[in-house]
């Protein structure tokens, strides 16, 4: 089952540990990263381009004008239902991946917690009596970790 994440970042190169990164994204099956840069005035962009240089599950979607934390996740979204066809799609937000100090230490995380990520989707279908399409689906993924454990 493929599994898209998106995590948007905003000013974020002191909280990038790109070699860290690396080594986590490339050691995590199955999951399509999409790394959306929300306008930084930092090397945030440039950190997240050399990270998709380097990892083949990573894209990168360049926001040039700053967005708002939903309007950076929709267009991650569309990034990632144009390309890849996936059965669920999360997303964190800068606000929650600077909870864990920085970007690999969440990949780790998200990398260890990859099983009930991507149960995700098989818990909330019966609940929901439509079929989902791709952005109905989004989900919160610390959200939904912080819940389930």
């Given at each position: 089952m493929k599994t898209g994440i998106i995590i948007v970042c905003h000013n974020n190169?002191?909280?990038?540990?790109?070699?860290r990164c690396i080594k986590y994204i490339n050691n995590t099956k199955d999951v399509k990263f999409c790394l959306v840069n929300n306008h930084s005035n930092d090397n945030t962009y440039e950190l997240l381009k050399d990270i998709s240089e380097k990892c083949k599950n990573v894209s990168?979607?360049?926001?040039?004008?700053?967005?708002?934390?939903?309007?950076?996740?929709?267009?991650?979204?569309?990034?990632?239902?144009?390309?890849?066809?996936?059965?669920?799609?999360?997303?964190?937000?800068?606000?929650h991946f600077i909870k864990?100090?920085?970007?690999?230490?969440?990949?780790?995380?998200?990398?260890?917690?990859?099983?009930?990520?991507s149960r995700?989707?098989?818990?909330?279908?019966?609940?929901?009596?439509?079929?989902?399409?791709?952005?109905q689906s989004l989900f919160p993924v610390m959200?939904?970790?912080?819940?389930s454990h």
């Amino acid at each position: 089952m493929k599994t898209g994440i998106i995590i948007v970042c905003h000013n974020n190169q002191y909280n990038i540990d790109k070699d860290r990164c690396i080594k986590y994204i490339n050691n995590t099956k199955d999951v399509k990263f999409c790394l959306v840069n929300n306008h930084s005035n930092d090397n945030t962009y440039e950190l997240l381009k050399d990270i998709s240089e380097k990892c083949k599950n990573v894209s990168v979607v360049n926001i040039k004008k700053y967005k708002s934390s939903k309007s950076a996740v929709k267009a991650g979204a569309r990034f990632m239902f144009n390309e890849y066809n996936l059965k669920q799609l999360g997303f964190i937000t800068t606000s929650h991946f600077i909870k864990y100090e920085n970007l690999g230490l969440l990949i780790k995380f998200i990398q260890e917690h990859q099983t009930d990520i991507s149960r995700y989707t098989e818990q909330i279908q019966p609940v929901k009596e439509t079929k989902l399409t791709l952005f109905q689906s989004l989900f919160p993924v610390m959200d939904y970790l912080v819940k389930s454990h």
